[in-house]
Antibody
């Protein structure tokens, strides 16, 4: 069974940093691209970042480029999102999601999400 | 970036009704269109990918169609458990973008 579990969310002050983790199980982690998608309270879904299986392709949304860094450790079946210079508008539930594959690039499995609140 | 627009933003329908949600892209995305269902307080769930392919385990009352810029999600006979917000998403180009969502309520 595919399972994705996020952790690391919490309350942080504007300008602060936070590191999210996504622990994966139930599939060959290194063979799949992974994504972070966020959802502000009461709002829609916003893609944040993606990383290919061997970390050779990395992409960011314009709203987080230069502030967030995505990474993964295939030996630990884990993905990370280092978030720096956090702003109030980064407040959201952050989901990790698996990319199904190149034929569709849909997000076929999602974690339960971790809440990040940026507030003074 | 490719913008995705869903309509309607919300709708109310009765059990057994046929429900249709549309999604339009600002440029062609061929068939790289996916549909997700998000129930209240839960993570999104993939329903349909590549415009019309039903994800494993998804009831057959859900179907998708379209290509190019215009797409449709249809629920053939609405069930109480279909109460959710539905999102389309293009995966044709980076950044992948979502529609604003369609909130489906049961009358």
């Amino acid at each position: 069974e595919v399972r994705l579990v996020e952790s690391g969310g919490g309350l942080v002050k504007p300008g602060g940093s936070l590191r999210l983790s996504c622990a994966a199980s139930g599939f060959t982690f290194s063979s799949k691209s992974m994504n972070w998608v966020r959802q502000a309270p009461g709002k829609g879904l916003e893609w944040v970042s993606s990383i290919s299986g061997r970390s050779n392709y990395i992409y960011y949304a314009g709203s987080v480029k230069g502030r967030f860094t995505i990474s993964r450790d295939n030996a630990k079946n884990s993905m990370y999102l280092q978030m720096n210079s956090l702003r109030a508008e980064d407040t959201a539930v952050y989901y990790c999601a698996r990319d199904m594959g190149p034929d569709s690039s849909s997000l076929d499995y999602w974690g339960q999400g971790t809440l990040v609140t940026v507030s003074s | 970036d490719i913008q995705m627009t869903q309509s309607p933003s919300s709708l109310s329908a009765s059990v057994g009704d046929r429900v249709t949600i549309t999604c339009r892209a600002t440029q062609t995305i061929t068939n790289f269109l996916n549909w997700y269902q998000q129930k209240p307080g839960k993570a999104p769930k993939l329903l349909i990918y590549s415009s019309s392919t039903l994800q494993s385990g998804v009831p057959s009352r859900f179907s998708g169609s379209g290509s190019g810029t215009d797409f449709t999600l249809t629920i053939s006979s609405l069930q109480p458990e279909d109460l959710a917000t539905y999102y389309c998403q293009q995966s044709y180009s980076t950044p992948p973008t979502f529609g604003q969502g369609t909130k489906l309520e049961i009358k």
